[in-house]
């Protein structure tokens, strides 16, 4: 679906201007996005796998929750939009914890997509079995708890593994330092 985002600058300033999505990603155009990370009280931590229908890196494990959010939406409503859109799971403002702002700036498809976003990042709980989710067909292809140690051996081989996007390996380590900061609170 093609909707419309609001642009931003290079330095995640609003810029009043909206685009489609499309046109942001072929004009290089910088935007916001949502991650949200579940993980459980014991360690694990929810992982989707990237529906075989993505243009970029289809099949791949990587965030539990993301998307683009909508022009004038705020934060927030598109990170609890985009989770019940996504695995079907309905969560409250106040169940998300914010753990930063990451720029990521890369080019696929031989640069025909630019993707230059602000990853607005969350940690969340989960509260549920994976056999209470739904995952949107389009988006995910499965979903999958790995505790934390085995989430660092797979990024550990992440080169040669064909597991998680290699190139966000430093992303990966930053969210597992938040969930386990957050777990030993």
């Known amino acids: 679906m093609d909707d419309y985002i609001d642009i931003v600058t290079q ?6 201007l909206i685009g ?21 009280l014991d360690g694990k931590i929810l992982l989707q796998q990237r529906s075989h229908k993505k243009s970029i890196f289809p099949l791949l ?6 998307g683009h959010i909508d022009a004038g939406e705020a934060i927030i409503e598109a990170a609890l939009r985009e989770t019940h859109e996504e695995i079907g799971l309905r969560l409250a403002a ?3 914890k914010k753990i930063g702002v990451r720029l990521h700036e890369s080019q696929y498809n031989g640069g025909k997509i630019k993707d230059y976003e602000f990853h607005q990042v969350f940690i969340a709980q989960l509260h549920y079995s ?30 040669t593994n ?10 990966y380590l930053f969210v597992i330092q938040a969930i386990k900061e957050h777990l030993d609170a």
Do not use: C, M
Request: aromatic content about 10%; overall charge negative.
């Open 11 to 16: 330095d995640g300033k609003t810029t009043g």
């Open 94 to 96: 106040g169940d998300l």
């Open 162 to 171: 064909n597991h998680f996007v290699a190139s966000n390996r430093e992303y």
């Open 20 to 40: 489609l999505k499309s046109e942001a990603h072929a004009k290089g155009w910088y935007h916001n996005t949502i991650h949200l990370w579940l993980y459980t």
């Open 61 to 66: 494990w990587d965030v539990s929750v993301a």
């Open 130 to 159: 994976l056999d209470e989710l739904i995952p949107q067909p389009e988006e995910v292809e499965a979903l999958k708890l790995v505790d934390i140690t085995e989430f660092n051996k797979l990024l550990e081989h992440s080169e």
